[in-house]
DNA sequence: CCTACCGATCGGTAGG
DNA sequence: CCTACCGATCGGTAGG
């Protein structure tokens, strides 16, 4: 729609500036640099402080997989086809939205007492949904009986990769990658 | 055998505290107070700096994934034992070395260029050995048609959890890990 | 192992 | 958006 706010690309590439160097290791001063502004300074007439970048990109990420997930809760109705519909959503996230790296490191740990506590709770919130549909899979037979909260890791961790991995010009591997991760993921999950 | 040198404490701590707030959040002050030190300076006593004690823990962990990757290429034959040996010394190291979360970790991105084109090429080397393992496991029809590339990556990506999960009190847990993240990743890569 | 200290860099503010 | 600046904290050294 609109153009892009100066404030969203200042976002965006303190996500690209965070992915690369770590919260902690990155500068404002090298943020300004990437922005094209000679100070530091001038980033305060855009965002409030260093913290409130990292909350935008944490909180932002996160809905989107609460609102991902909701709508597969709601449209898709069998284990297997919601588990592979979750799985298309994090490799969608890693691979369109140049910000979701933050919240995929571990970059959310920097966050202060309060919005901390809040971004887990949120986490907490979508690997509870999660484990409940592989859950119910496990129940009806058409999962391997696992223990939920095993399986819910193994596969949330082994989508990590993704993110590190894809870059814009690797979009001719993405349909392998997206076929041979579903293909090793959902066969380990699934009975038979 | 013999007791713990200073610096081996030392070393250890800066480990545990890497792993918690990351490389450069991790500050040497804090370091020297949970070894019982009031100075940070006495430190330099032990180890000659801060990433000296990064550079120990990164490469004494590539040390045992090389030993345990070359030990599976000259005992075990079949490549579908051979990855299970594989997932088998991941879940140890993890579980058994406090220190190795670092290396599971991005922490080893903070080495200064020298030491961190050492490590990238040892790294390189365990996972071409790893892919390796898996490419003869494909072309002998054991493991399912996919890119090895893509399948280690995601597995090596899946086995990264357990060592943020693990805490010496879920022993009792862990064979029910390692036999469920068996079952899933060894049947998502087996063909029947 | 501590005391004393240093230059560099940090996130951020005041003011225009 | 820049100039000028600040207090805090950093990793590390000298010397005993």
């Keep these: 729609m609109s153009a892009k706010t100066k404030k969203q690309i200042v976002i965006e590439a303190a996500a690209k500036l965070f992915s690369d160097?770590?919260?902690?290791?990155?500068s404002m001063r090298e943020l300004a640099g990437r922005v094209g502004l000679e100070q530091a300074s001038s980033l305060y007439n855009h965002i409030k402080s260093k913290e409130e970048a990292l909350q935008e990109i944490c909180f932002e990420n996160a809905r989107k997989f609460i609102d991902g997930i909701t709508s597969i809760e709601s449209d898709i109705e069998h284990p297997t086809e919601q588990v592979r519909a979750l799985i298309e959503l994090h490799i969608q996230i890693a691979t369109?939205?140049?910000?979701?790296v933050t919240v995929?490191?571990?970059?959310?740990?920097?966050?202060?007492?309060?919005?901390?506590s809040e971004f887990l709770a949120l986490r907490k919130d979508?690997?509870?949904?999660?484990?409940?549909?592989i859950n119910k899979g496990i129940k009806s037979g058409v999962f391997k009986d696992m223990n939920p909260s095993f399986?819910?890791?193994t596969i949330l961790s082994a989508l990590k990769w993704i993110h590190y991995w894809y870059k814009p010009g690797r979009d001719s591997d993405l349909e392998n990658v997206r076929k041979d991760?579903?293909?090793l993921l959902m066969s380990g999950l699934r009975s038979h």
């Excluded at 369109?96 to 979701?100: E, F």
């Excluded at 979508?126 to 549909?133: L, V």
């Design 151 to 153: 399986a819910l890791h």
């Design 21 to 26: 160097k770590g919260y902690s290791a990155a």
């Design 96 to 100: 369109n939205d140049i910000t979701s």
């Design 104 to 116: 995929f490191n571990d970059e959310w740990r920097h966050l202060s007492e309060r919005p901390l």
């Design 126 to 133: 979508y690997e509870e949904r999660f484990k409940e549909i």
């Design 181 to 183: 991760i579903m293909l």
